[in-house]
């Protein structure tokens, strides 16, 4: 069993930067693969960013490539998401998620174990 907790969200204006962490407690960090995902309303959680065990391997959602930065620290059992130039499109409930699945880290919701309880980023234009 693992718990994860997200922080960090806000409300930034457009252009703006924002970080997201999530700090895992429980089971070995370092055994999970971790994800972001966000869900906007009226639409459904999609992908965001994934992380392998060791973080030598990342994938990214095509809406943020070149944008976000997801990192993870295993002394902290943390994981991050460095988001910038943010965008009203990128409003929604972020959400971080851990899988033992791997090495490859998964870009899907069932892949996911477990689920931090989210934090709201909202981007004003």
């Known amino acids: 069993q693992v718990q994860l907790v997200d922080s960090g969200g806000g409300l930034v204006q457009a252009g703006g930067s924002l970080r997201l962490s999530c700090a895992a407690s429980?089971?070995?960090?370092?055994?999970?693969?971790m994800g972001w995902f966000r869900q906007a309303p009226g639409k459904e959680r999609e992908f965001v960013a994934a992380i392998s065990w060791g973080g030598l391997t990342t994938y990214y959602a095509d809406s943020v490539k070149g944008r976000f930065t997801i990192s993870r620290d295993n002394a902290k059992n943390t994981v991050y998401l460095q988001m910038n130039n943010l965008k009203p499109e990128d409003t929604a409930v972020y959400y971080c998620?851990?899988?033992?699945?791997?090495?490859?880290?998964?870009?899907?919701?069932?892949?996911?174990?477990?689920w931090g309880q989210g934090t709201q980023v909202t981007v004003s234009s």
């Open positions: 998620a851990a899988s033992l699945g791997g090495p490859v880290p998964p870009r899907t919701i069932v892949e996911y174990d477990y």
């Open positions: 429980g089971r070995t960090f370092r055994s999970y693969c």
